[in-house]
Structure formats: C-alpha cells, structure tokens
C-alpha cells in the first residue's frame, strides 16, 4: 500500500558494496589481456581508460531506463556509479603524482573525455555497426587499425545485448558478467 506521505522520503541509497562490486566488474573487463593483446589496444594509460569509460558507458546506457523509474534509488544507481569511477580517477592521479593543484584541471579533462566518448558511442550506435567500428577505432585504437575496431565493435555490441537481456534486479544486483571477447568472436 502506498502511504500518501512516501514522497517526502529521502531516496534509498545504492549499496556501497553493490556499486564497488559492478565498479570491480568493469575495471576487470576493462583489463582483459586480450584487448591490449588481440585487438591492439595500446596497454598505456589513455589505452585502459578508454576501455574503461567504454565498458562504463556499456552499463550507464542499459541502466538509463532505471532513471526513469518511479523509485528514485534505481535512479540513483547511475550516478553512484559515475561518482565511483571519479573517485577512482581523482585517487589514480594522485598515486601517479599528479599534485592537488592540478588534479582538478585533469578531473575537468577525464569528464570531457568522458562525455564526448559518450555521445559518440550513442550516436555510433545508432547508426550501425560500421559508425560504431569506426567511432571505436578513433576513440580507442587512435584512428588506427579498423580491421580490429570492427572486432572490437562485434564485441561491444555482443555485450550490450547480454546487458539488455538481465532483468533490473540482476543488473542492479551485481549478479551478471560480461561476456567473454573470445565467445563473442574477437
């Protein structure tokens, strides 16, 4: 039953193990050897944050519907997940030296990086597997090798169709995987 007064609820807030969990799940695809190994992605630090942000925007773009939702705590999934990977870029900088002063000029540079990956890879989607294979070649192999983009764009749409496929309790639940880049053909 719905009480008349819920609306004056704060929201619940996303488990912080959940999200560290889904966060891990990322960074660990993002680490898969055979990326760097097969597909030629450079094995630098521009090379892991581009498949970083690109397994990240993976999720955030299945979990998009869940903002809508009439419960504002799948809602806020979304940005509890966004929050802990700026967290993890603001602790890697510092750990690679990067001083206080400037930690906020390079945030504002991830963030831009960020985005601009995010509306590419949307409106690549869009618009075919060819747009996407080529999207990915400039953003992750630096314009090179679209022979492996292609592989690589085989690989990402396999893994956004297992995303759309879990239910919101299994997505929300950290109960999932991505799929394997060699079961998808790469």
């Known amino acids: 039953m719905l009480w008349p007064f819920n609306h004056f609820r704060k929201p619940r807030m996303p488990s912080p193990g959940t999200i560290e969990a889904i966060y891990g799940m990322i960074v660990t695809q993002a680490r898969e ?8 992605v450079a094995d630098t630090v521009n090379g892991r944050f581009d498949l970083l942000v690109l397994h990240l925007w993976m999720v955030l773009r299945r979990m998009k519907p869940l903002q809508a939702a009439a419960d504002q705590s799948q809602a806020l999934f979304s940005q509890a997940l966004f929050d802990r990977f700026c967290e993890d870029m603001d602790a890697n900088l510092r750990e690679m030296g990067v001083g206080d002063v400037k930690v906020p000029k390079r945030m504002r540079a991830f963030g831009e990086a960020f985005y601009g990956r995010v509306a590419a890879y949307d409106l690549a989607l869009s618009a075919g597997p ?31 169709a297992d995303l759309a496929a879990l239910d919101d309790a299994a997505l929300l639940g950290g109960s999932w995987k991505f799929p394997s880049p060699a079961q998808t053909g790469v």
């Open 33 to 40: 050897p055979l990326f760097y190994r097969d597909l030629g």
């Open 130 to 160: 060819e747009p996407l294979a080529l999207a990915l070649c400039k953003n992750v192999l630096n314009g090179e090798q679209l022979d492996k983009a292609r592989q690589l764009a085989v690989y990402v749409e396999a893994a956004l």
